[in-house]
C-alpha cells in the first residue's frame, strides 16, 4: 500500500518560509492527484492545495493564493508545499493526501491515501 510521510513543519513569524515535503507519492499506484490539508485547532480540515499528475494542473485555495505553490517531481517521488508570507492563521496540522479518483480536489473524502501531518505554528 501506498505511505505517505509529512516533513518540514515548524514554528516561525509571521511572514517567514516553510517547505513541507511528503515522500511517497508516485505515479506507479496510479494516483490521479495529490494534495495538502490542514486543520487548525477547534476547526474543520480544509483544502489548502493540490496537483493532478497528468498535466500537472495546481489548485490553490482563495486564501493561500500568490503565498503557496505545490509541486512535485515523479523521480523524486516526492511532493512540496512551498509556504511563502505565512501569517499566523496559517496555523495548523498539514497533511498531504493522495487519490486515485479525484473529482473535487478539495473534498478530503476524495483521497484514498493520508499521512500523519506535519505541525506547522506561525506567530505574529
Known amino acids: 500500500q501506498l505511505q505517505l510521510v509529512e516533513s518540514g513543519g515548524g514554528s516561525v513569524q509571521a511572514g517567514g518560509s516553510l517547505r513541507l515535503s511528503c515522500a511517497g507519492a508516485?505515479?506507479?499506484?496510479?494516483?490521479?492527484?495529490l494534495g495538502w490539508f490542514r486543520q487548525a485547532p477547534g476547526k474543520e480540515r480544509e483544502a489548502v492545495a493540490s496537483?493532478?499528475?497528468?498535466?500537472?494542473?495546481?489548485y490553490y485555495a482563495d486564501s493561500v493564493k500568490g503565498r503557496f505553490a505545490v509541486s512535485q517531481v515523479y523521480a523524486a517521488r516526492t511532493t512540496w508545499l512551498q509556504m511563502n508570507s505565512l501569517k499566523p492563521e496559517d496555523t495548523g496540522m498539514y497533511y498531504c493526501a493522495a487519490g486515485n479518483a479525484v473529482l473535487d480536489w478539495s473534498g478530503q473524502y476524495e483521497y484514498n491515501y493520508w499521512g500523519q501531518g506535519t505541525q506547522v505554528t506561525v506567530s505574529s
Open positions: 508516485k505515479y506507479t499506484d496510479d494516483i490521479y492527484c
Open positions: 496537483i493532478y499528475i497528468g498535466g500537472g494542473r495546481t
